[in-house]
């Protein structure tokens, strides 16, 4: 860490803070509430090598793994580190490129993500696989199941492996900032964290279908 | 305080290593023992503690005001400290602690073979994510890269 977190902005800093949150609100549709944090802990330099590589990461794991899968094993990286905030807003991105793309919701809503946030890892691959238990999850559960194999210190050798360690590694890294909200933020209240997040119209369907998917008498997701 | 809420134990090897297993929700009085315990078991020198977060089925909000004093007392004495956490959320609340308290070398690992492993090493957690992701990443771009 390039900079005690505990100090206040300087000038310069505060200038370039509002910089990024003004990018980043019109990149994403939305002001990441870690960019301050992320300026804190790491200077502005130590930002800019952050959000670049975390960037970076993203396109080279939707190139890689597909765009929803990238999605959702960023998620559940950050999800696996303690940070809600990491684990709803990706997973959330994951569930609407599947909504939009097959039209389908997955088993993954915000309850069941809040359920698996409390569970010993344990019990977590037993209770995926009977979320995931449909054909066309297979490759998802697959990828899942084998990231959280490497965080317990599986030796990597499969194809994807690689795309895995380096959502890890960059979400270890990335986790160090978000998780100053990330254990309080209530899941329902985080938006798709990619440029998904703009598309309006989308989300609106997609809550639309959660509430008819939801049986009377259950927790609104 | 009544019953056993928490364990207290200086194992032989690899010294100098404190294990301090939590396991239920503590209360006032549970909380100064255990920071005096580790204070009369340290004697001020640097020291390694393993904090044990596993036996915990729940979050209790209590916890990381108290995570917070544990965290300052070892790294107050130049101590390193691992947090043992098998549950997500856990993991998070000692993230939180460990970031709030600026610590580089404490570390958060979900089961107690990954923390005897770690013992074995010095490590820079936010410096060694960094280095680890940016190699694979190059690794990766240059490998997509070469595919088109």
Known sequence: MSRSRSEDLRFGERLALRAIDLISTLYLGYKPPVNEEAFRTLGVRGYAKWSGATGRAMKVLAAGLGEAESQFVIGFSGLWLGCGYCGAGHIHAGNLIVFRDRNVLTALDDATLRDLYDTPDSEAIARLHELLCAP?????????????????????????????????????????????????????????????????????????????????????? | MAGLRYRFDRPDAPPPVVRVDLLESLDDGHEVAILAELAAATQGSPTTVVVGLSALTRYDPRLRPFLLALQGQISGEGGRAVYVADRPRLRGVALWVIHMSEDSQAKIVPNMAAALEWLRITDERVSSAEERTLTRLERLEGEQGGRR
Do not use: H, Q
């Open chain 1, 136 to 221: 066309e999850d297979a490759r998802l559960l697959g990828l899942i199941t084998r990231l959280y194999e490497l965080r317990e210190g599986a030796e990597p050798g499969t194809e994807d492996d690689a795309y895995l360690e380096l959502a890890l590694s960059c979400w270890d890294w990335v986790t160090e900032c978000t998780i100053v909200i990330g254990l309080e933020i209530p899941f329902e209240s985080v938006p798709p964290l990619t440029p998904l997040a703009k598309n309006r119209k989308l989300l609106r369907r997609y809550s639309e279908a959660r509430a008819r998917s939801r049986a009377p008498g259950d927790d609104a997701e």
